[in-house]
């Protein structure tokens, strides 16, 4: 489709017929812009015609578009230098004694004599961002339709949709504004892997990317998962950060591709979160999630919901997001945690220990990674523990049901979400009873609405 397009351009381009536009449109996010600057560098590399590129963002005033089109041309231009530059093309088209008895300077007479001087070199004008043009369809058409009638050609891209709503109110339709300019419309489909690779290339991430490359399909999934299309500016800046936490961590930290690869996914599913407004400091680790618990969702149970169905990985948010919650909300909303405090909390996670040193629930925590007589022989020896009442302190009880939760979504062991739950309520029941319930983290009791 893409490739249709493409040559489609070329032809407007090479065509002699210019009383009408091309509007390539797609939805924000699809990658049209993209596309367009893709296809200008190939041409430029190619040696095909001079494109001159301008985006519409802002823009209230035709004029403001006529100094853009001159300094793209003239670019070592100063904003007060353009007006120069039209009045000497208006000399050396109408001839010196016209210029000087005009007293006042036209500047789109201007533009278009200079376009004249650069119509040899087939000069086609690329309009972008139009949903983000604040002038109406109808001021923005008529000056297209100017530019047509001065054989200019002209490409228009955009949301097509967002500026037909922005600008629906009254008078004269959308569709029978643009019908009278706009020659051929093309709607750009996403390709969003080949998208992602490009910035993943483009962000210059030298420690993340290996691992945003292979869990590409994943965090595709969770970038589609918070609004329903894609952000690539924010995709690019979550990179870039996730890249440099890396670069924060211990040379032997990074030696471990299950915790680098699983620290990026995490980190840029929820940095994404943050960049679209969706995650703030003040709901960041506030959830009413439990494995017992059935309470109102809150912001942050969301996010984790979103992300949750490609990441086996979350276990249990008030304690663990890969790195401790806390420690990775500091990172998330740039509260400075020194590089000292990231390697002491590293060397504490189960991808740092040693496996001897490992208790068989944080042996489980990696089940997705195991062989499946491995995950059945853990489990099972899990059980007979669980029954011992072995663990007792209420972080390590709610990462262990969090993990068998895990487990039974992803129909690894022969237990429903509701027999997981009442599980764990019984099992805290039985430390309380017993007397052997310890302290939490900080004093905290995590399961102090069930008990």
């Not at 853990?378 to 007979?384: A, F, Q």
Request: glycine share 6%.
């Amino acid at each position: 489709m893409k490739e249709f397009i493409a040559n489609y351009l070329r032809n407007y381009r090479q065509s002699e017929n210019t009383d009408y536009a091309i509007l390539i449109s797609g939805r924000w996010g699809s990658g049209k812009t993209y596309f367009v600057k893709q296809f200008l560098s190939d041409e430029q590399k190619s040696g095909g015609a001079n494109y001159v590129y301008v985006s519409l963002n802002g823009i209230c005033n035709k004029s403001e578009i006529d100094y853009q089109i001159v300094q793209q041309l003239h670019p070592m231009l100063t904003k007060k230098s353009v007006k120069c530059v039209c009045k000497l093309a208006s000399t050396v088209v109408r001839g010196a004694a016209g210029f000087f008895s005009s007293g006042v300077v036209d500047i789109k007479s201007d533009i278009f004599a200079l376009s004249k001087l650069m119509r040899s070199r087939a000069f086609v004008l690329v309009l972008d961002d139009i949903e983000r043009c604040l002038l109406p369809p109808a001021v923005l058409f008529g000056y297209v339709s100017e530019l047509l009638a001065e054989q200019i050609k002209v490409i228009l891209v955009g949301a097509e949709n967002q500026f037909s709503e922005l600008h629906s109110n009254g008078g004269i339709s959308y569709r029978e504004i643009k019908e009278k300019v706009v020659g051929k419309t093309f709607e750009i489909p996403p390709d969003i892997d080949a998208i992602y690779e490009s910035l993943v290339a483009a962000s210059g991430c030298s420690r993340a990317k290996d691992s945003l490359m292979r869990r590409k399909p994943q965090l595709i999934g969770d970038f589609k998962a918070v609004e329903g299309h894609y952000n690539y500016r924010a995709f690019k800046n979550c990179f870039r950060e996730v890249d440099f936490w890396l670069g924060y961590m211990p040379a032997w930290a990074l030696k471990n591709t299950a915790f680098v690869d699983d620290f990026t996914c995490v980190y840029v599913a929820l940095s994404y979160e943050v960049q679209l407004g969706k995650l703030k400091w003040e709901d960041y680790g506030n959830t009413s999630s439990s494995v017992c618990g059935d309470e109102k969702e809150t912001v942050f149970d969301g996010v984790l919901r979103r992300h949750g169905v490609s990441h086996d990985r979350w276990f249990d948010p008030t304690v663990y997001l890969v790195l401790p919650t806390d420690l990775l909300g500091r990172m998330l909303f740039s509260k400075s945690p020194s590089k000292a405090e990231i390697s002491d909390a590293l060397k504490e996670l189960p991808y740092f220990r040693k496996v001897a040193d490992l208790t068989t629930w944080e042996k489980l925590w990696g089940f997705y990674r195991l062989e499946d007589a491995e995950v059945r022989e853990l489990y099972l020896l899990l059980r007979k523990e669980l029954k011992g009442l072995r663990y007792r302190k209420p972080e390590e009880v709610l990462q262990i049901f969090t993990i068998l939760a895990d487990m039974s979504e992803n129909r690894i062991i022969k237990m429903s979400l509701d027999s997981v739950y009442n599980e764990a309520e019984r099992y805290l029941d039985r430390l309380v009873r017993k007397g052997v319930l310890e302290d939490a983290i900080k004093g905290e009791n995590y399961f102090e609405p069930l008990i």
